[in-house]
């Protein structure tokens, strides 16, 4: 199982991907937040030699398919091969209302975007003339001045990331992996998410192995009192920000918890911001998040996903210190590791 974390900041992303490195990450996400998401891995793919790169994710759709290749492209070939394009939708609200775009079937248009990127990117490999027609997007023509060639270390993969049943299956049918959405507890884990990655597969005729899932949580994680205290009121308010959001009202219904979600809705809607982390007890907060020393929180990672991903991604909301990082690495590494079979005595 590899391990992957955030990647903060801007200016500073080039040193914090160094030392994420020397701690053992295996790899650095970014995320669409209050800078763009593209240029923390272009810093960080020139100080960094293993640690591999991701958005996690880059909000697809007010995004056009060739500009989305070129940044693919080119972070692949400044990383040396260690990056993977994660797209997502975002929410109705947030694409129709921040960026001015269109929102509408997002999963048939999320189908087109990929086979787009593909026709893009198979062009650029083959030299072959690009003629790829589609519902929301076509592409037909690629003159040489604007075509790179052929990547040496191959087009970038594509993961998308999911939460409800019909993106996961199309995640698990037609791209290199798939990004399990944080706000999540293991049961629903178990219940959707897992048969809709196994429909998907079959959907595509394809192997398990052909998809890389990668399990990501919300991690409450600290070594004293005063840092688990922190980490708890971080992450009380990202759940109350995720659980007023109607597309994750699922996650709480698996639970019990549906109820909540108009509530936080409501008080979101009156700019009441601050009474929402209130309404996350503690038994809501360690079943989504994982919480605890890094220890138990390792356990918990290990137990809730199982066999069933091939890396993990850690989301922490709040400024986790680099020694507890480390240590949590270390914690899981051993937790997700196959117990040693006993060596047969010859006779």
């Known amino acids: 199982m590899k391990i992957d974390t955030m990647l903060s900041g801007l200016e500073g ?9 020397e701690l053992g990450a295996d790899g650095a996400f970014t995320f669409e937040g ?17 640690l591999e790169l991701a958005t996690n994710v880059a909000i697809a759709f007010p995004r056009n398919p060739v500009q989305l290749a070129h940044q693919a492209y080119d972070l692949q070939l400044l990383s040396n091969g260690r990056f993977t ?4 939708t975002q ?14 079937r997002p999963i048939a248009r999320m189908r087109d975007l990929v086979a787009a990127l593909r026709a893009i990117f198979a062009t650029w490999e083959t030299g072959d003339r690009l003629d790829y027609r589609g519902e929301f997007t076509s592409h037909t023509l690629m003159p040489p001045m604007f075509n790179p060639g ?13 939460l409800g049943p019909q993106m996961v299956r199309l995640a698990a049918e037609v791209a290199d992996g798939l990004l399990v959405m944080p706000f999540n507890t293991g049961r629903h884990f178990a219940e959707r998410t897992v048969p809709a990655i196994d429909e998907g597969v079959a959907r595509g005729g394809r192997k398990a192995s052909d998809l890389t899932v990668t399990g990501e949580v919300i991690v409450c994680c600290g070594r004293s009192d005063v840092e688990l205290e922190t980490a708890r009121l971080a ?10 959001t109607p597309s994750y009202r699922p996650v709480l219904e698996v639970e019990g918890w549906g109820d909540l979600q108009p509530e936080l809705n ?21 079943t989504i998040a994982a919480v605890g020393t890094p220890k ?52």
Not at 150 to 160: E, Q, R, S, V
Not at 272 to 284: F, L, Q, Y
Not at 323 to 347: C, N
């Open 266 to 286: 409501a008080l979101s809607k009156s700019g009441r911001w601050d009474e929402m982390p209130g309404m996350i007890d503690d038994t809501m907060l360690a």
């Open 85 to 88: 394009l994660g797209l997502g």
């Open 13 to 21: 992303a080039a040193g914090h991907a160094r030392r994420l490195e």
């Open 34 to 50: 209050p800078h763009d998401v593209f240029t923390p891995l272009i810093l960080a793919a020139g100080t960094t030699t293993s």
């Open 91 to 104: 929410i109705r609200a947030q694409v129709e209302k921040r960026y001015g775009a269109q929102f509408e």
């Open 296 to 347: 138990e929180v390792a356990a918990d990672i290990a137990t809730r996903f199982g066999d069933r991903v091939d890396r993990v991604g850690f989301y922490t909301p709040y400024l986790v210190a680099e020694d507890t990082l480390g240590e949590l690495i270390g914690e899981l590494r051993a937790a997700s590791e196959p117990p040693e079979r006993d060596k047969e005595v010859p006779t």
């Open 235 to 244: 992450g009380r308010w990202l759940l109350s920000f995720y659980a007023s």
């Open 150 to 162: 052929p990547n040496p270390f191959g087009p970038p993969p594509i993961a998308l990331g999911g």
